[in-house]
């Protein structure tokens, strides 16, 4: 067992109305490996926030090497010897990579001139000691990606800290570079390095880490060696509940075709064929970019069709704009609520009416009585949690703006509700109640198009799965015959095995 | 409560600086003198209130100043030449909502960035004015043209100007149309997201078209009272005024970032701007300082909002 590097010792932080760690504690061990585990929301990114000096801690002590530090800025963290590779990429795409790698940092002679090439030079050694093949003199923005990950981690390098945390670091991976990134943090680990690694892909925990601390609602759960842990345990941990009951799938009787989508070809995708049934939930499964967004919002009106129809209850419609979808009883509730879902200054209940404003107008002006009113029904009935309805919508939690978005889109009464990634960045007791949701509209006859990246969510929730790949539809499941092998045979193979 | 305070924020900057004008000169306190303050302020209120459409939207408009010089130049010939003064004043009117139209479709249809597309119309609408007075001021004549115009400049209704009775007006229905309508919602939801709004079924390209075309309309109703006020029009009416306009505006706490901030801030803006031209006149500061001290208040004014934001 490794000498103790670093330990946070019963911290505790608390933001305006919620308390997001509670007497929290994490080691992290010489040449070891610690994973730190719990959903969205369990306070892992607040804890790494902490210890980075981003967030100051309401009390708790922070040791290093045995002696207790204070953080005041990342920058004091990374000369203390903790280097943070972040989630977000922290990279100025319109720099160079080696002056990314040494920003802050730059080495210069004595007359404060730039040494270039000594930092070009080191740079090469610290990204051929990660395996990829990068030029240190191309702009950022001129790389992928998951290269520009790999140079994220060859600064955090640089910066020979003895403590490195990684946070979800493969997300924008392929798997050849999440491979070398192992070979990597082995090599950190020879080098007696302490490692702190969050992710939610369990696999790369079980392949790379020695021990885990599981969170859980901004409290420490447990910390356990790797080697005395199984998957399903590490859940249980996690979510204090079993998977199974994560999906309450509802089965309905599914009668005619509301919506039929005949050869639909764009600059997005090709040749889309498909129908959805009254009552029924069609999952769009397939890797980022394979056009499923996009194919929801052509559906909804917002790019135009070159070729192919779109019947809705048997006629033919043509949308020009996401209005006349919305007027005709097609909804899309965007995969990226920060950006197109929600407008985060307006209030909840502004949000929740903005699509359905005339139901509320009078002969001058709007009816607010009324609006608050069914604003209030729609706030009990999904259970948006807010200190009121004049609350912004920036403050509020993932889970209750993706209510809000969903609310928004149910006051407009659609008769085709495309949920794009529903869930994303959420933690598991709001999934849940949106599933509750899905299966509510199902049962008053509406009818769902789900866009998930989450394996689990569709094979779940979905009576019914497509799967997508390089803009066009690869294959189609019944909710009896589909696995993720087969959804990840007809992606990667385009046929069924 | 905090947001309350917040939002009176503005309105505490105005009462302060009452209180601080009225101790060194106890002149402004007069009847008289608040009166002549609401007169000369109403001209910029009333484009503000136009400018706090296009604001919100995370627009800017650079024109209203070249479309008041304009349309009053058009107004005062019409009236010249013995057209009926309402007509006169719907063709002002007219010419305004036009140019707005103008810099609505050239933003939103050829996707031009406001900043960009206004300057051009204040440009070309500055040239125009020059073109179609000759560069020489129009003075109006003509009987009944001369007595209305007079109406709108000094005249009163319950010892109160025409000028700021109109502002009133102007500002009541603003505030109706901001805060009560399903267009006023979708101004700010176009400023505050527009990508959102779009999603959300809001019409968003018309939605800014009307934004620029309110502006103009109003920049068009604050040129007849200028030339009311000079009785003849100026060809470098309105010079500058654009400026002055954004500065109510943002004075009142709204956000140039768009999709933040209320009509009635807008008005407290415009009251600031006034009563500190007022007083600096009142206390004899040469014209030169006044400019850098209307600087320093309005610099002052808009960290102290920063600061407050960021936190």
């Keep these: 067992m490794g000498r103790e590097i670093l330990r946070m010792e019963n911290i505790s932080k608390s933001f305006p109305g919620v308390k997001a760690l509670d007497d929290v504690s994490l080691k992290a061990y010489e040449g070891e490996v610690m994973a730190l585990l719990g959903e969205n929301g369990a306070g892992k990114s607040t804890l790494m926030k902490i210890l980075s000096g981003v967030y100051t801690k309401d009390s708790g002590r922070i040791l290093l090497n045995g002696e207790e530090i204070n953080v005041l800025n990342p920058r004091d963290a990374a000369e203390k010897g903790i280097a943070i590779i972040h989630q977000k990429l922290n990279l100025i795409p319109n720099l160079t990579v080696y002056e990314n790698i040494f920003l802050g940092r730059e080495k210069v002679n004595s007359y404060k001139v730039l040494k270039k090439d000594c930092m070009i030079d080191e740079s090469k050694k610290l990204l051929e000691r990660l395996r990829v093949d990068i030029d240190p003199t191309l702009r950022v923005n001129e790389i992928s990606i998951a290269k520009q990950q790999m140079v994220e981690i060859a600064r955090a390098l640089s910066l020979n800290a003895s403590v490195i945390v990684m946070d979800e670091p493969t997300d924008t991976l392929t798997d050849k570079e999440v491979d070398s990134l192992f070979d990597v943090i082995r090599e950190l680990k020879t080098e007696n390095k302490a490692i702190v690694y969050i992710s939610h892909r369990l696999k790369e925990v079980f392949e790379v880490c020695d021990r885990a601390t599981v969170l859980r609602d901004g409290k420490l759960i447990d910390e356990r060696m790797i080697s005395d842990l199984d998957e399903d345990e590490i859940i249980k941990l996690m979510v204090g509940r079993t998977l199974d009951e994560q999906f309450p799938y509802l089965m309905t009787q599914v009668s005619e075709n509301v919506l039929e989508v005949i050869n639909l070809t764009n600059k997005y995708v090709k040749n889309i064929s498909f129908s959805l049934k009254k009552g029924e939930v069609l999952g769009i499964s397939g890797l980022v970019g394979a056009g499923r967004s996009e194919l929801g919002k052509t559906i909804f009106g917002l790019y135009p069709i070159d070729e192919g129809e779109i019947f809705l209850e048997g006629k033919k419609v043509e949308f020009k704009s996401p209005k006349e979808a919305i007027e005709n009883g097609i909804m899309y509730v965007s995969e990226d609520r920060k950006s197109e879902g929600l407008v985060l200054s307006m209030d909840v209940k502004s949000n929740i009416t903005l699509s359905s404003l005339d139901k509320f107008k009078r002969a001058i002006g709007l009816d607010k009585k009324k609006e608050e009113r069914v604003t209030q029904e729609y706030r009990e009935k999904i259970k948006i949690k807010t200190p009121s309805l004049t609350q912004k919508v920036k403050n509020l939690s993932g889970g209750n703006q993706q209510k809000v978005a969903i609310a928004k889109s149910l006051l407009t009464e659609p008769k085709v509700l495309i949920l794009d990634e529903p869930t994303r960045g959420i933690d598991v007791g709001a999934k849940r109640e949106i599933y509750d949701l899905l299966n509510a509209i199902k049962k008053e006859g509406h009818c769902v198009i789900m866009i998930s990246s989450e394996m689990p969510e569709i094979l779940g929730m979905s009576d019914r799965i497509i799967v997508m790949h390089e803009g066009v539809i690869k294959g189609e499941l019944t909710r009896e015959e589909a696995t993720s092998e087969k959804i990840m045979n007809y992606i990667i193979k385009g046929e069924e095995n | ?311």
């Design chain 2, 1 to 311: 409560m905090k947001t309350k305070l917040g939002k009176a924020k503005p309105l505490l900057g105005l009462i302060l600086i009452i209180v601080v004008v009225s101790i060194i000169s106890p002149n402004f306190l007069s009847k008289g003198n608040l009166l002549t303050v609401l007169r000369q302020t109403s001209i910029n209120a009333i484009i503000a209130a136009g400018m706090t459409f296009v604001i919100l939207t995370a627009g800017i408009d650079l024109s209203v100043g070249s479309i008041l010089g304009f349309s009053g130049a058009i107004c005062a010939y019409l009236l010249t030449n013995g057209t009926n003064v309402f007509i006169s004043f719907l063709a002002a009117i007219l010419v305004g909502a036009l140019f707005g139209l103008f810099n609505g479709v050239v933003i939103t249809k050829g996707k031009v960035q406001p900043f960009i597309a206004t300057l051009a119309t204040m440009i070309l609408l500055r040239g125009a004015t020059m073109v179609f007075t000759n560069g020489k001021p129009i003075a109006v004549k003509g009987e009944s043209a001369t007595k209305i115009l007079r109406y709108i400049a000094r005249g009163d209704i319950l010892g109160i100007p025409v000028a700021v009775i109109m502002m009133v007006i102007i500002f009541a229905i603003c505030y109706h149309i901001l805060h009560n309508t399903k267009y006023g919602r979708h101004i700010y939801a176009v400023g505050g997201n527009e990508q959102a709004a779009l999603l959300s079924g809001v019409n968003t390209d018309r939605v800014k078209m009307l934004a620029y075309m309110i502006s103009g309309i109003l920049a068009s109703i604050a040129g007849i009272i200028v030339l009311a006020r000079l009785s003849s029009a100026q060809p470098t009416a309105g010079d500058g005024y654009e400026l002055d306009a954004i500065a109510a505006v943002v004075l009142g706490g709204t956000s140039l970032a768009g999709g933040q901030g209320a009509i009635l801030g807008t008005i407290v803006g415009a009251l600031i701007i006034g009563i500190l031209n007022n007083a600096l006149n009142l206390l004899d500061v040469q014209s030169y300082y006044q400019m850098i001290v209307r600087a320093i208040v309005i610099l002052i004014a808009v960290l102290l909002d920063r600061k407050d934001k960021n936190k």
